[in-house]
């Protein structure tokens, strides 16, 4: 072990304020695909201006649903991997640990974390554009559809590039980082604001940060480094950590 993954093995205890953000790595290993890998990412093959954006969305709805439609079913074929299961047993351990993720997927949440923030919204659910009622997807898809309680049309919930995040969302992630102690990365490119700014935040406030992802990444103001496999990484990580006691 370094000194500084002793620094973090240290900080992973329940009295620790702990402010883990997710991305689209952390899932890539239950096979699903990344947005900036070179030749498998999403953004490789799509536009991301025509499928995630506002303009993209009235220019050809059906397009944007019958793509979400497909992402979503790739993703309720998946299961969590050994890196969702580690954070949601921390996630219970570590009391003070706040799980943000920018991951539309919901597995998190079936690996059986605890109140996870999901800053960029949820796949698994649709809302209306006028009034955000929130409604479940129609099974097939079919034409697209519309709100039964206002009649304007349904669109994916999440949030979309240029547009702005909740605000109880974003004023719960501010509290969480200000108090922040350890703040770790987990698989994003680092590429998409607002999450691409927590870490520098989280240090400002006297954080120590780590970042873990299976490229090198540019050198940034991360106090660790760990380059790999979420999955691997996290177990080695989770092996050092001293045993829960029997209560
Ligand atoms: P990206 O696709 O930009 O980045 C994924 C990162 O995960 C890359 O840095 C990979 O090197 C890394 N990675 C891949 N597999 C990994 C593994 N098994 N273990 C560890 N690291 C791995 O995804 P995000 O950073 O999540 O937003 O993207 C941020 C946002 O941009 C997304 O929420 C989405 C996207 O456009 C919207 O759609 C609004």
């Known amino acids: 072990m370094t000194i500084n993954e002793d ?12 402010v883990v953000l997710t991305g689209a790595g952390v899932s890539a290993e239950s096979g699903i695909p990344t947005f900036r890998d070179a030749q498998q990412g999403l953004w490789a093959e799509y536009d991301p201006e025509e499928m995630a954006s506002m303009a993209g969305f009235r220019k050809d709805p059906k397009l944007v649903l019958e793509w979400y439609d497909w992402r979503r079913h790739q993703i309720m074929r998946a299961s969590p991997n050994r890196a969702h299961t580690i954070l949601a047993e921390w996630s219970h351990r570590l009391p003070l640990m706040t799980l943000i993720t920018q991951n539309v997927d919901g597995l998190h949440q079936k690996a059986g974390s605890r109140d996870t923030i999901e800053m960029h919204g949820s796949i698994h659910r649709l809302v209306c554009l006028d009034k955000r009622h929130q409604a479940p997807w129609p099974s097939p898809l079919g034409e697209p559809p519309t709100c039964q309680l ?7 919930d999440v949030v979309w590039f ?9 004023a719960n992630i ?3 980082l200000e108090r922040c102690q350890l703040f770790i990365a987990i698989g994003t490119s680092g ?9 520098e935040r989280a240090k400002g406030y006297g954080a120590f940060t780590v970042v873990i992802n299976k490229e ?17 990484i996290l177990e080695r990580i989770n092996g050092l950590m001293p045993p829960t006691p029997v209560r």
Do not use: H, W
């Open 7 to 18: 620094k973090i093995v240290e900080l992973l205890n329940p009295e620790s304020r702990i």
């Open 216 to 232: 090198r990444m540019p050198k940034g103001t991360a106090d660790l480094q760990l380059e790999g496999l979420a999955s691997e």
């Open 150 to 156: 206002c009649g304007s049309l349904l669109r994916p």
């Open 174 to 176: 501010d509290s969480a």
């Open 162 to 170: 240029g547009e702005m995040l909740d605000r109880k969302v974003l």
């Open 191 to 199: 590429l998409v604001y607002p999450a691409a700014g927590f870490l």
